[in-house]
């Protein structure tokens, strides 16, 4: 399946979330920040060698640098630019920071059912194909 890194500071949001990945057959990488996330990434400090996930599920209201600081560098770095973001937050009403972001592919507000975030994970990673 697919490498995902999830990108969270709420502990528990992360071990339910990995688990529930995992079980879905899919690679987690974990970071509690987007400082962690952007060494993760390999986009500060600047690392061409850093493994990339194939898709980000990334919080909003972090600690240290916050999700929307993240996608912007993320859309900044070459190697991370068309990296897709599943924006999932407790804070509905952040998607509109997020407008215009060529990198978020999708929102998620917390809480949400499992079968949604599995559902909003394979429309991401398998697009529809066209007609």
Do not use: C, W
Not at 26 to 42: F, R
Not at 90 to 108: C, I, P, Q
């Amino acid at each position: 399946m697919a490498r995902i890194l999830i990108v969270d500071d709420e502990k528990e949001f992360v071990f339910l979330v990995k688990f529930l990945l995992e079980k879905a057959g899919h690679a987690i990488s974990t970071a509690a920040n987007g400082e962690e996330a952007l060494a993760a990434l390999g986009v500060e400090p600047p690392d061409p060698q850093a493994a990339l996930p194939e898709l980000v599920l990334l919080d909003v209201m972090m600690p240290i640098v916050d999700g929307y600081t993240v996608s912007v560098k993320m859309r900044e770095n070459e190697r991370t630019a068309r990296l897709p973001i599943l924006v999932v937050t407790a804070h509905g009403d952040t998607r509109h920071l997020f407008e215009g972001a060529s990198n978020v592919a999708g929102y998620l507000q917390k809480p949400f059912e499992p079968k949604d975030l599995r559902s909003r994970i394979q429309n991401i990673l398998q697009p529809a194909s066209p007609r």
